[in-house]
């Protein structure tokens, strides 16, 4: 897979570290169908720092669990039930902050969601 924090983010922490605003909590994560080669789903193309939304947002999710894995590294994870994007190839994945911003892309190869099953989805956010 391939992650990358967007300028948004970037601007964002930079604003917050100058004491010029709070930095905006992650709030959702955010998937998608675009991000891969065409006509290959299972070939992602690397995402770049100026993505400022996916290529094809089919769903958003509110994160349900957000835990530091060690001193860098923050895991959010959602769970899709039921009937949440079923039928769907998900190749790419946002992280959503508070002001509604995407602060961190990540594409990868497809991840079919069937109707009848629940998926849990982890977001690792590198610092």
Same mark, same amino acid.
């Given at each position: 897979?391939?992650?990358? &924090? !967007?300028? +948004?983010?970037?601007?964002?922490?930079?604003?917050?570290? /100058?004491?010029?605003? +709070?930095?905006?909590? =992650?709030?959702?994560?955010?998937?998608? !169908?675009? $991000?891969?080669?065409? $006509? #290959? =789903?299972?070939?992602?193309?690397?995402?770049?720092? #100026? #993505?400022?939304?996916?290529? /094809?947002?089919? +769903?958003?999710?509110?994160?349900?669990? &957000?835990?530091? @894995? /060690?001193?860098?590294?923050?895991? %959010?994870?959602?769970?899709? $039930?039921?009937?949440?994007?079923?039928? %769907? &190839?998900?190749?790419?994945?946002? @992280?959503?902050?508070? /002001?509604?911003?995407?602060?961190?892309?990540?594409?990868? $190869?497809?991840?079919?969601?069937?109707?009848?099953?629940?998926?849990?989805?982890? %977001?690792?956010? #590198?610092?």
């Amino acid at each position: 897979m391939n992650s990358v &924090a !967007t300028k +948004l983010a970037r601007i964002s922490m930079a604003k917050a570290r /100058n004491g010029e605003t +709070l930095l905006p909590q =992650i709030t959702h994560i955010a998937f998608g !169908t675009g $991000g891969h080669k065409e $006509g #290959d =789903i299972t070939e992602p193309i690397k995402p770049t720092q #100026d #993505d400022m939304q996916l290529e /094809n947002e089919v +769903l958003r999710k509110p994160i349900e669990s &957000a835990d530091r @894995l /060690n001193d860098t590294t923050v895991r %959010y994870s959602v769970t899709l $039930g039921v009937g949440d994007g079923d039928g %769907y &190839a998900f190749t790419e994945m946002g @992280l959503i902050d508070s /002001n509604g911003d995407l602060a961190a892309r990540k594409t990868m $190869g497809a991840k079919t969601k069937e109707p009848d099953v629940e998926m849990d989805f982890y %977001y690792d956010e #590198d610092f």
